[in-house]
């Protein structure tokens, strides 16, 4: 069965730190994994995509790594924001056919002052 | 350039009511899709729409939803009558072609609470 798993399911940091989201998944054939943002009351927006080749991909702040051997990917967000207060939602495409997107449940990210 | 538009953005209905929810596409965007987000979850696709074609309906309750995209651009999704577990956030999205590493842009939902 096509599943993704995030951890942790929450998490707490201080404005200026650091932190890594996690995602493992058994989505097969692969076609490519996203990350997400999603801020309270929004719908999500794509931070990165990457493809079968590509083991990182930064944007700004953000940066995906990608292991398609162990099928983990996480994302590292390098000194934190208030902004950054969201849930990070990893999404793996499904190769072939109309390209389905399986969701994660998500990581809820406080960053507090 | 615009995003995508929903409305409305919030609905209160008893159980067993009627709703509908309306949804305006990137313009150009082939690629429609209905999701729904339940608290603490990841979206769910409902169903996909490739301009007036739905491709992937296989997760729609077919007995109480519908959905309809005319013309290949707006889309309605009704449901009816309304159950207390259909409480959650709907989510339009649209893309160029769905394709690839096509980037889906998301509206800001509509939620849905039924008493």
């Known amino acids: 069965k096509n599943q993704v798993e995030q951890s942790p399911q929450s998490l707490i940091i201080l404005e200026g730190k650091n932190c890594t989201l996690q995602c493992n998944y058994t989505v097969s054939p692969f076609s490519n994994l996203r990350w997400y943002k999603q801020d309270t009351g929004r719908g999500p927006v794509s931070l990165t995509i990457m493809t079968f080749s590509e083991n990182t991909k930064s944007n700004g702040r953000y940066t995906a790594t990608l292991d398609a051997d162990t099928k983990q990917s996480s994302l590292h967000i390098t000194a934190s924001q208030l902004s950054d207060s969201a849930s990070y939602i990893c999404v793996v495409s499904v190769f072939g056919g109309y390209n389905k997107l399986i969701f994660g449940a998500g990581t809820r990210l406080a960053v507090h002052p | 350039e615009a995003g995508v538009v929903q409305s409305p953005r919030y609905k209160i209905i008893e159980k067993k009511q009627p709703v509908a929810f309306w949804c305006n596409p990137i313009s150009g965007h082939n690629t429609l899709y209905w999701y729904r987000q339940n608290l603490g979850q990841g979206p769910e696709l409902l169903i996909r729409?490739?301009?007036?074609?739905?491709?992937?309906d296989s997760q729609l309750p077919k007995d109480r939803f519908s959905a309809e995209r005319l013309k290949g651009v707006d889309s309605t999704l009704k449901i009816q009558p309304a159950e207390l577990g259909d409480s959650a956030v709907y989510l339009c999205?649209?893309?160029?072609?769905?394709?690839?590493?096509?980037?889906?842009?998301f509206g800001p939902g509509t939620r849905l609470t039924v008493l």
């Open positions: 999205a649209s893309s160029l072609d769905g394709e690839g590493t096509d980037t889906q842009y």
């Open positions: 729409y490739e301009n007036e074609e739905a491709v992937d």
